[in-house]
């Protein structure tokens, strides 16, 4: 777990805080959410497909949304590849908190339905 904290700390704020605090609002949302590290960024799960993940590159804090490629359908003969969203998160203003907590419940949901889970 020190490789993942180190992540967040060798951000100077307001960097820092923001990507904290990013960490503890998916983290919140669901028990079953979990943290680690994933291509050198902190990645999120949830019941082990990828969900989410953060990422800071030339002074940009992105927010990713994934939607794991298990679950997705293809034509035959296609390579799946993970789908993605991606929203840069201004450290030094509000978090859109709401929109991250939906977006996360409504991928949340489409796994639970793919799964027959919940």
């Keep these: 777990m020190a490789a993942l ?20 609002i998916i983290l919140d949302v669901d028990e079953q959410i979990t943290h680690e590290r994933k291509y050198q960024i902190p990645f999120f ?3 082990s497909r990828k969900l989410a993940f953060l990422w800071v590159t030339r002074k940009k804090l992105m927010l990713g949304f994934v939607t ?8 035959d003969g296609t390579k799946k590849k993970d789908q ?12 859109p908190k709401e929109m991250i907590i939906a977006r996360l419940k409504e991928q949340i ?3 639970n339905r793919i799964s027959g889970g919940k």
């Design 5 to 24: 904290d180190d992540y967040y700390l060798k951000f100077p704020e307001p960097y820092q805080g923001c990507l904290l605090s990013l960490k503890h």
């Design 109 to 111: 949901q489409r796994y």
């Design 84 to 95: 993605l969203e991606m929203i840069q998160v201004d450290p030094n203003a509000d978090i």
């Design 45 to 47: 799960l949830y019941k």
């Design 68 to 75: 794991d490629k298990s679950i997705l359908a293809s034509p």
